[in-house]
């Protein structure tokens, strides 16, 4: 069955094939985050072209935004507080918290949905539907 774009992006699975994962390992953990530089199902080289990722860098700053604007509002609805301290603590902590997820979802995010290049084959799974039957 097709897995839908969303679910392989969430899954972190390659943008092609839909199959093979894209990072190694899960987003937290004590191991640094490492990504395969071809899909090990179809081979799709993920890094299109040299410095492919810095437009990962949009992405993940729109991510940031929207991290440190959503806790910001929470930290204040809940505290109340006037000490800036307060939400430097709180943000801070959140941007190192939300760090690995940002670096793995926005390159999922780039490569999912703002590569015109990378064209989904149903192909690749269908063969191996056919394979596990
Ligand atoms: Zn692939």
Not at 79 to 87: A, R
Request: with cysteine; charged share 20%.
């Amino acid at each position: 069955m097709a897995t839908s774009r969303f679910t392989a992006m969430v899954q972190s699975k390659c943008p092609k094939c839909r199959v093979g994962k894209v990072f190694e390992g899960p987003v937290y953990g004590f191991k640094k985050q490492k990504m395969h530089e071809h899909c090990p199902h179809c081979g799709l080289k993920f890094e299109v072209e040299p410095g492919y990722f810095y437009a990962a860098m949009y992405v993940s700053y729109a991510f940031s935004v929207g991290e440190v604007v959503t806790l910001g509002l929470t930290t204040a609805m809940l505290t109340k507080s006037e000490s800036p301290w307060v939400y430097v603590s709180v943000l801070f902590a959140a941007i190192l918290i939300f760090a690995p997820f940002n670096l793995r979802y926005s390159r999922l995010v780039l490569l999912h949905y703002l590569s015109p290049k990378i064209v989904y084959n149903p192909a690749y799974q269908e063969r191996l539907d056919k394979e596990i039957d």
